[in-house]
């Protein structure tokens, strides 16, 4: 079993940064793809952005591509996610997923692992 802990969320302006984090542990970290998905109130859940295993590629949703970047620490066992430039339409509770097929990263089942979420807010 993999627990998988977001941080990182909050409140923030329009044009403004913040960092998702995402800690894993009870798995071998480095045998998971990792990926990011959003939820936004009243719509399903959808791909953000996915990172193989040792982090040689990495897949973007179009509307963060060159806003977003996502990257891992296997040493540390963690995932990140820097969101720049956010606009209100990234308004979502954000999740990290561990998976094991890269080939369909953006798909939800493909995920065996969730975290709990994290909040993100920008306001207009």
């Known amino acids: 079993q993999v627990q998988l802990v977001e941080s990182g969320g909050g409140l923030v302006q329009a044009g403004g940064s913040l960092r998702l984090s995402c800690a894993a542990s009870g798995g071998t970290f480095s045998r998971y793809v990792m990926a990011w998905f959003r939820q936004a109130p009243g719509k399903e859940r959808e791909s953000v952005a996915g990172?193989?295993?040792?982090?040689?590629?990495?897949g973007y949703e179009d509307s963060v591509k060159g806003r977003f970047t996502i990257s891992r620490d296997n040493a540390k066992n963690t995932v990140a996610l820097q969101m720049n430039s956010l606009k209100p339409e990234d308004t979502a509770v954000y999740y990290c997923a561990a998976g094991r097929s890269w080939a369909r990263y953006t798909e939800r089942n493909e995920y065996d692992y969730w975290g709990q979420g994290t909040q993100v807010t920008v306001s207009s």
């Open positions: 990172i193989t295993w040792n982090g040689g590629l990495t």
